[in-house]
């Protein structure tokens, strides 16, 4: 199983972006998400949402009521949508897939695409 994030770049702070992931080798029938380090930080885990009809969702507090997970499993693509973007959402993001444990690691990464904030 191979994961292809996209969609970092720089967006000025309060600005939007969104994140894609798709996942290619096989059908994933795992939860998917997003995992970010920012530099000098240790890596945090953003958001996930599990691959059931029921679509269940985690966010980490400071990206509840702006950061949307959701996933099109027809396309094994996850995508992380990024409203009201501060300059802490700064970091390297990291698509997963088979996120599990304490701390939270998975079976599956991607690249890792960056998000610059500008203020």
């Known amino acids: 199983v191979q994961l292809q994030a996209s969609g970092g770049g720089v967006v000025q702070a309060g600005g939007s972006l969104r994140l894609s992931c798709e996942a290619s080798?096989?059908?994933?029938?795992?939860?998917m998400g997003w995992f970010r380090r920012a530099p000098g930080k240790e890596r945090d885990l953003v958001a996930t949402?599990?691959?059931?009809?029921?679509?269940?969702?985690y966010y980490r507090d400071s990206v509840k009521g702006r950061f949307t997970v959701s996933r099109d499993n027809a396309k094994n693509t996850v995508y992380l949508q990024m409203n009201s973007v501060k300059p802490d959402d700064a970091a390297v993001y990291y698509c997963?897939?088979?996120?599990?444990?304490?701390?939270?690691?998975?079976?599956?990464w991607g690249q890792g695409t960056l998000v610059t904030v500008s203020s």
């Open positions: 080798g096989r059908a994933i029938r795992y939860n």
């Open positions: 949402i599990s691959w059931g009809g029921g679509r269940t969702t």
């Open positions: 997963a897939a088979g996120i599990s444990g304490s701390p939270p690691s998975a079976d599956y």
